[in-house]
């Protein structure tokens, strides 16, 4: 697999000037107008621009990765069947067989050590572009607020002004409000995890509180201790949304005064099967929806696209996530219902289907201007198919822009 590295023939580990000269090289040397070709100086110029942009260059990297990865994977397979074929057929000279096997392992070794080093530059890579962007935080920060030790005073202010800029969290006297909550507090400080804001470590963050005046803090200094990455985000909001820690007296938004059996459904389940089947899919489709509830409350979601056809309705359980995919290409937009306690008899009207939450329930969709834009594009490796990650959470908004609605409206397209 020729890479833009091989084509600017500069090493992975090549710095910025390393490759800005490599970039000057090659352009003269496959100039058209220098005796060069006009399909290889593009595909210099193409190299250059992602190498040099350290954000697109750990994309890159990371997609390469995975396709070499993918090659030596087949490669491997192929190399397995060869191996069994041959054990299976009457061969006399078993020296022979012995030096293939011999032969196979070196291979599986030295396949082995590839990925090892793949990954290696690529944590590299991300490491040095997080030191980048680090050492310009540190530089923005020491002028704006003229600290010589270079520490960030980080107060309440601070991080409502970092976290608002990713979605809407009220006013800020509201914010300090449900800082005083010990379950709001936790939950801040995972969401500034996620969104990739260096608030410190736990210790710093209580002391945070403990500036604001907020001193009613229940819980120990390590229930804060978790990783912050994404590849164990549900794992630590799990942790922070469990059962054993929100224990908190919602408002019976809606509740009808009989007596039921409550239906458990699992998440990926659809509850509305009868009325809008199990969905529409497009199996030529890699785009993908992964929606995460991180509220205390149970959540249907409709994806509806903007002829007001539903094309699936799946049922994500509290502190759970899921991933709806061969999404067909057009654009989309969520409908969600919440609550808690589902019965399956529940009567919404003569014109709407049966089933819904008994306890604290609640409607929203997603603005018209916020839709989820699933048409496929051509990119350098292929067909682009677009993914999107949300959030249902427990403050307002999440982390796209929605409004109230009402039953009729959740139910009629």
């Known amino acids: 697999m020729k890479t833009f590295y091989d084509i600017l023939k500069i090493h992975r580990n090549a710095t910025q000037k390393e490759i800005l000269d490599a970039y000057r090289i090659r352009c003269i040397e496959t100039h058209p107008d220098k005796g060069g070709n006009q399909t290889d100086f593009l595909n210099v110029r193409k190299g250059y621009e992602i190498l040099s942009n350290p954000v697109r260059r750990a994309e890159y990297d990371r997609w390469v990765f995975q396709k070499e990865k993918e090659e030596l994977e087949k490669e491997i397979q192929e190399l397995k069947k060869e191996r069994d074929r041959n054990k299976n057929t009457n061969i006399k000279n078993i020296e022979r067989n012995n030096l293939k096997s011999n032969i196979l392992n070196f291979i599986i070794l030295i396949t082995a050590i590839a990925m090892v080093t793949g990954l290696i530059i690529y944590t590299e890579t991300v490491k040095q572009v997080n ?7 540190d530089v923005k920060d020491v002028s704006k607020n003229n600290i010589q030790d270079n520490k960030i005073d980080k107060d309440a202010k601070w991080l409502y002004n970092e976290l608002s800029k990713h979605s809407d969290i009220g006013t800020y006297e509201k914010f300090i409000e449900e800082l005083k ?3 709001m507090a936790k939950y801040y400080y995972v969401d500034a995890g996620l969104k990739g ?4 470590s736990s210790d710093e963050f209580i002391s945070l509180l403990r500036r604001e005046g907020i001193t009613n803090i229940t ?8 990783k912050r990455s ?7 909001v799990n942790k922070v949304t469990s059962k054993n820690i929100i224990n908190q007296k919602l408002p019976n938004i809606e509740s ?5 059996t409550e239906t458990t459904y699992r998440t ?8 809008y089947g199990k969905g529409q899919f497009d199996y030529s489709s890699l785009s993908k929806l992964k929606v995460l509830n991180y509220s205390s409350k149970d959540a249907v979601v409709l994806l509806e696209n903007t002829n007001g056809i539903t094309i699936r309705n799946v049922y994500i359980s509290n502190g759970s996530q899921f991933t709806l995919d061969k999404i067909p290409e057009g654009y989309y937009r969520i409908k969600v219902m919440y609550g808690n306690s589902w019965y399956s008899e529940k009567d919404n009207g003569s014109n709407f289907p049966k089933g819904g939450f008994m306890k604290n329930v609640s409607y929203s969709k997603s603005k018209d201007n916020d839709l989820f834009n699933y048409i496929f594009e051509e990119s350098y490796d292929g067909i682009s198919y677009p993914t999107y990650s949300i959030t249902l959470h427990k403050v307002r908004n999440g982390n796209m822009q929605t409004q109230s609605i009402t039953k009729d409206d959740f139910f009629n397209n």
């Open 131 to 137: 030191q980048e962007n680090n050492a310009k935080l």
């Open 197 to 200: 804001i260096e608030i410190g």
């Open 181 to 183: 909550d010990p379950v």
């Open 230 to 236: 994404p590849s164990n985000t549900i794992e630590y």
């Open 268 to 275: 990926g389940d659809s509850p509305y099967s009868k009325t």
């Open 219 to 226: 819980y120990k200094d390590e229930d804060l201790k978790v």
């Open 256 to 260: 009808n005064n009989i007596n039921y």
